[in-house]
């Protein structure tokens, strides 16, 4: 057993060591101005931004606040998206490209501005990004998008080194971005957002739209209890109403992971990822007891790959060779989701359902993101005028690069629909070993195994509820994972992540 699984059987995120405040449940009926879905990032600072605004706002969250992909980032603060401008300019026009950069600089200054009038300490501080090539082809990768950052005056540079142990053939520098900690200061925000009137539920699963083409939808609420609105504002990581915008198939989801390590070697400041394969994203955030390091990576699309737990193991190994490594306290991963052509979707669910808006694919960079996103719907729900709308509408279908995505997308989601049906399963749900699991036969059909700690065996269906894909056992979360949307269930068959929205068919424990 690896010293990741055995120290952490269970992911256990640094970013929620903090004290968080818990709500009720929702258990009546509501009438507000704005309802929001999802306690995260966006949703917060929405409820934030509005009810200063003195906008009646109830965010309703179907966990608890900040236990999603907020929780489980590393966190950087910054315009330098890995490799984007040069993409966005032969894709948009450098207006456009210009636009993202400009919008994504306006949150980190948001943060900035927003911890120091609140006086809210967030460990915010301000470091240069860097994205590293260790190959020729993407140096020239690098090269390329150093271009970009001068035509649309981004301040940068390219470098020959960075102050690590690591052969590299250059990197690209973007100055003056940052990091923080990101649930510090949205539990900030959370707290002005409720003295300024917002009501917050916990425990509180939205199911549905009911009339939707109205001026006044409901928000059904899994019990029965509706909350009545003007704007409904879809904040859920993946949108919890799909039906008519049919966002399963105009996104893909992915997994990366992430290990908070101590070393004995002084940080030399900085934020850093590379840019070629495998991943490697680099931080620190300072603790009482000196800086934890953080480094991520070794993305792939969700329920797909090898045993997930090798992910954590490549990062130890990492951590290792690079940063002789003296303490391994935290593992921990999240799921994104990225778009047809990279660029998030944020803004009316549809054309013609303006009153319900969304906000998803962040493509692994919700921390200014999300920011950005909570101010666009503001300014929708406001009625007010945003330089960013056309950018990020998600009604924007017209560059080619979409057409052939669709394509991809949708005949990776049919190779592994027909992979998951045909699969021969040789094991028997008596082979498992305690804390072990896997597809298994069970009464001559495909079925979930999970054996925990203490012997107690968990059997699930693993047909996906949404669209019928066969999920696959992610032995790093102890989750059954679904390779075509990325839906994820409990090991007895929970939901933990859309789209589906029913729990896999439980088949008993023993």
Known sequence: MSSSESTHPFPRTYWREIELPTFEQLNEDLNVDVAIVGAGITGITAAYLLAKEGVKVALIEAGGVLNGTTGHTTAKLTAQHELIYDELINHFGDEKAKQYFDSASSAIKFVETTAKEKGIDCDFSKQDAYAYATTDQYNKKLETEWTAYQKLGIDGDLVGNIPFDIQIKSALLMRNQAQYHPLKFLKGLLQE???AGCTVYENSVAVGIEEPESTEPKVKIKGGHKVSCRHVLIASHFPFYDKPGLYFARMYASRSYAIGIKTEQKYPGGMYISVDSPTRSIRYTPMESGNLLILGGENHKTGQGVDTLT?????ESFAKDV???????????????VTLDNVPYIGPLTKSKEHILVATGYKKWGMTTGILAAHLLTDYVLK????????????????????KSIVTTNAD???????????????DPGDLQNGEGSVVMHNGQRAGAYKDENGKLYLVDTTCTHLGCETEWNHAEKSWDCPCHGSRFSYDGDVIEGP?????EYLGDQ
């Open 193 to 195: 957002a409720i003295s």
């Open 311 to 315: 992910h954590y193991q490549a990062l």
């Open 323 to 337: 940063f002789d490594l003296s303490e391994y306290h935290y593992r921990w991963s999240a799921q994104d989701l």
């Open 384 to 403: 007010r005028d945003n330089p960013y709308k056309e950018l990020y509408s998600p009604s924007r279908f017209d560059a080619d690069p979409d057409l």
């Open 413 to 427: 989601v049919a190779k592994h629909l027909l992979k998951g049906k045909l699969e021969f399963v040789p094991k």
């Open 500 to 504: 589906a929205k029913k729990p896999l």
